[in-house]
């Protein structure tokens, strides 16, 4: 009776502490007014921070890769901006990309790269823009992906792109010029082509997904298409 009282006690305290990350650290709430910090904020975060981006523009010299349970917050989408540093130039070479296969993908030429199998990550409340790069953001094997109020605007190759989504929304979302056309090999498709549209997921379970109306401004558009495979 006193070995069974003595783990029935320790199993409570167990319990009691695990509303915690593992660091220990309840969640926070970081914000930033540039990208030096918000680069520190992200490879800093863990699960269940929000980072919230002060009014302005974010440029970046490489993909910022998001953790599972982190929360990237805009403070508008006519407000916030990230996109490239004009030296941040990536081949052309691979695209178009694979359909149906995430092997050859240049995973370094898209802005925003989930990592791979992170969860419950939210990006909302501003603009991604990136004539240079191959897209917005890209993910693979990710649950409980939350993308709403963001404009994609001027990428090379797909708005979104992502393997294996599960349990996850995209809503709220404006697309322009979003994904272009390519010929095997890099080759600018001028008269022909494959696009990857705004949205090209493939293999999802559970994924609600509705697109903004276009309005007027700066930021409004048609996606060119929507892909959702299997």
């Not at 498709?189 to 109306?213: H, N, P, R």
Request: glycine content about 10%.
């Amino acid at each position: 009776m006193i070995i069974k009282m003595r783990f029935l006690i320790c199993a409570i305290f167990w319990i009691g502490i695990t509303g915690y990350s593992l660091s220990g650290a309840p969640p926070e709430t970081v914000e930033v007014i540039n990208e030096v910090e918000l680069i520190r904020a992200v490879q800093d975060a863990k699960q269940g921070d929000t980072i919230r981006l002060a009014e302005g523009i974010y440029r970046l010299n490489e993909s910022l890769v998001i953790k599972s349970g982190v929360n990237i917050v805009g403070a508008g989408i006519a407000k916030t901006v990230i996109k490239p540093n004009d030296i941040w130039m990536p081949s052309n070479e691979s695209l178009p990309d694979p359909e149906i296969k995430w092997k050859g993908l240049d995973r370094s030429a898209w802005l925003l790269r989930i990592e791979d199998r992170a969860n419950h990550v939210s990006i909302s409340n501003l603009t991604l823009q990136g004539p240079q790069l191959h897209g917005a953001i890209f993910g693979f094997k990710n649950e409980s992906l939350h993308i709403h109020d963001v404009c994609v605007k001027d990428f090379r190759w797909c708005g979104i792109r992502t393997f294996f989504t599960s349990q996850s929304k995209i809503y709220d979302r404006e697309f322009v010029d979003a994904g272009g056309r390519w010929k095997r090999g890099g080759i600018p498709g001028v008269d022909g082509g494959i696009s990857g549209g705004a949205i090209f997921v493939v293999w999802k379970t559970e994924l609600y997904v509705t697109l903004a109306l276009p309005e007027s401004g700066a930021c409004s558009g048609f996606t060119t298409k929507v892909i959702l495979a299997r």
